[in-house]
Nanobody, 124 residues
Framework: QVQLVESGGGLVQAGGSLRLSCATSGRTIRPMNMGWFRQAPGKEREFVAGISWSGGGILYADSVKGRFTISRDNAKNTVSLQMNSLKPGDTAVYYC?????????????????WGQGTQVTVSS
C-alpha cells in the first residue's frame, strides 16, 4: 500500500500559479503511473493529468492542457503539478493517486491509492 500526501494548495487570484506536490511512502512509486484528479463542490471527481511510470507518457484533460504540467521524481517518490494561468473554474480539492502500470487511465476506478487532497481556490 502506498500512502500519499498532497501539499501546495491555497488561495490565488485568477491568472496566478500554484505548484502542488504529492509525497509518497510505503512503497516505491517507480512501477506505477501517477495521476492528479480534482473535485469541485457538487461535482464528480475528474481527471486532470497523468504520467506514466517512466515519465515518458503524459496525458492532460483538455481543460488544463497548455496551463498545467505534471512531473515526477522516482528517486524522491514524488509527483508534482505545476498550475499556471489559473481560472476560477480550477477551484477544487486536488488529489494525487497511483495506478498500476499500463495505459494512463482517466477514470477514478483505474486508480487504487489516493491522498486526502489539497484545496485550491482561485478568486476572480
Amino acid at each position: 500500500q502506498v500512502q500519499l500526501v498532497e501539499s501546495g494548495g491555497g488561495l490565488v487570484q485568477a491568472g496566478g500559479s500554484l505548484r502542488l506536490s504529492c509525497a509518497t511512502s510505503g512503497r516505491t512509486i517507480r512501477p506505477m503511473n501517477m495521476g492528479w484528479f480534482r473535485q469541485a463542490p457538487g461535482k464528480e471527481r475528474e481527471f486532470v493529468a497523468g504520467i506514466s511510470w517512466s515519465g515518458g507518457g503524459i496525458l492532460y484533460a483538455d481543460s488544463v492542457k497548455g496551463r498545467f504540467t505534471i512531473s515526477r521524481d522516482n528517486a524522491k517518490n514524488t509527483v508534482s503539478l505545476q498550475m499556471n494561468s489559473l481560472k476560477p473554474g480550477d477551484t477544487a480539492v486536488y488529489y494525487c493517486a497511483t495506478q498500476p502500470a499500463g495505459p494512463i487511465g482517466t477514470r477514478r476506478y483505474e486508480y487504487d491509492s489516493w491522498g486526502q487532497g489539497t484545496q485550491v481556490t482561485v478568486s476572480s
